[in-house]
Structure formats: structure tokens, C-alpha cells
T-cell receptor
Framework: NAGVTQTPKFQVLKTGQSMTLQCAQDMNHNSMYWYRQDPGMGLRLIYY???????DKGEVPNGYNVSRLNKREFSLRLESAAPSQTSVYFC??????????????FGEGSWLTVV | EDQVTQSPEALRLQEGESSSLNCSYTVSGLRGLFWYRQDPGKGPEFLFTLYSAGEEKEKERLKATLTKKESFLHITAPKPEDSATYLCAVQANSGNTPLVFGKGTRLSVIA
């Protein structure tokens, strides 16, 4: 059971470089999410996609873009990385509108350092 | 604005010493309250969902309860392997509102 898979797990970027974090889920979930987690700040939502073809901003969207490529895949792009984007990034997914509610299942995280 | 506050920030227990973690929330109509466990270097792992006041759920040494304003995660006779950060999150009962997370309680259980 793969669940939610993120790549890469670790990445170091220089300020101004761009990169894309990839995420795929194999649970046939409709909704997908990108969170960042910083010490003392908890999990904060960057962007989410309620269903294929839709994306919405979360709490901290500035400096990021997303693409819902298909039902399985949801990528997060940093166009011009800044040191403030040093963080741990988590992709997650949930089945919307099922009897199990909207339980979110997380990937293992991607550690990004911007120098 | 939906809000979740967890207390204490950190808790240190001796093995076998039972205690409770608190999650206070403010939400415009609760669809669900979620508890997760997060180990260092890992993603959050789902534990429980509670939907209405008075509901309780149990898993091994953990029991989650819910009132209209807060939830408690009771840990009975904890073991060192229960050491982790416990996260609480709420979802509002409006459309497909994403979860709002608290900052977590870091639990250490000492043998």
C-alpha cells in the first residue's frame, strides 16, 4: 500500500532557483493538499484541489503554484525559491463526500532547504 | 475564523503515568475533529475522527472524547513507544473546507 508518495524527500536549492515537488496518491481520492510545517507554526495549508480540474489557495499560497495533473497527481512549484520557503512540505489526500468523512492521509514529507 | 489551540505544548510522563492532552476549537459548525500522531521525520498518521459532542473512540492506550468546545486525548498507562507529537484538526461544516490544524503537543514517555 503506497498511499501518498512524494518526491524528492530532500532538496537543497539556491535562492532564486525553481523546483517542483511531485505528489501522487493511489487511493482514488478526489481531494489533494499541500501543507508546510515549520517549528512553532504547525501545519499550514498552501494550496488544495477539491477535485480534478480545480485548485484553491490556502492560508500561505504566496510564492507557490500548483497543478492538478490528473486525479492521482498534484504538484507544487516554487518559481523563485526564497530562504523563507525552507520547510518540510507534506502532500495529502482525502476522499470527499464518503461515509468515512474527509480524513486526510499524508505522505512522508519533503525536506526543502533554500540557501 | 476557524481556530484550534492545543495544550500543553509539551508533556513529559513516566511510563505508566496516565494523562490527557487538550484541543480547544472554534469553528463555524463542526463537521469533524481529527487526531493525528506524528513521529520525528514522518508524516502525520491518522488516529481518530469525532463528529459530535459526547462521542468517544478508543485505540489501544488512547481514548479521544469530544465536547462542543474541546476534545481530549486520554493516554492510559503510556509506554515509551507512545512518544510522538499529537496533532488535532477541525473541519468546518461548509462545503469542502480543508482541515485546520493546531500546533500539536509533543509527548515524551520516559521508561
Amino acid at each position: 500500500n503506497a498511499g501518498v508518495t512524494q518526491t524528492p524527500k530532500f532538496q537543497v536549492l539556491k535562492t532564486g532557483q525553481s523546483m517542483t515537488l511531485q505528489c501522487a496518491q493511489d487511493m482514488n481520492h478526489n481531494s489533494m493538499y499541500w501543507y508546510r510545517q515549520d517549528p512553532g507554526m504547525g501545519l499550514r495549508l498552501i494550496y488544495y484541489s477539491a477535485s480534478e480540474g480545480t485548485t484553491d489557495k490556502g492560508e500561505v499560497p504566496n510564492g507557490y503554484n500548483v497543478s492538478r495533473l490528473n486525479k492521482r497527481e498534484f504538484s507544487l512549484r516554487l518559481e523563485s525559491a526564497a530562504p523563507s520557503q525552507t520547510s518540510v512540505y507534506f502532500c495529502a489526500s482525502s476522499a470527499t463526500g464518503t461515509s468515512s468523512g474527509n480524513t486526510i492521509y499524508f505522505g512522508e514529507g519533503s525536506w526543502l532547504t533554500v540557501v | 475564523e476557524d481556530q484550534v489551540t492545543q495544550s500543553p505544548e509539551a508533556l513529559r510522563l513516566q511510563e505508566g503515568e496516565s494523562s490527557s492532552l487538550n484541543c480547544s476549537y472554534t469553528v463555524s459548525g463542526l463537521r469533524g475533529l481529527f487526531w493525528y500522531r506524528q513521529d520525528p521525520g514522518k508524516g502525520p498518521e491518522f488516529l481518530f475522527t469525532l463528529y459530535s459532542a459526547g462521542e468517544e473512540k478508543e485505540k489501544e492506550r488512547l481514548k479521544a472524547t469530544l465536547t462542543k468546545k474541546e476534545s481530549f486525548l486520554h493516554i492510559t498507562a503510556p509506554k515509551p513507544e507512545d512518544s510522538a507529537t499529537y496533532l488535532c484538526a477541525v473541519q468546518a461544516n461548509s462545503g469542502n473546507t480543508p482541515l485546520v490544524f493546531g500546533k500539536g503537543t509533543r509527548l515524551s514517555v520516559i521508561a
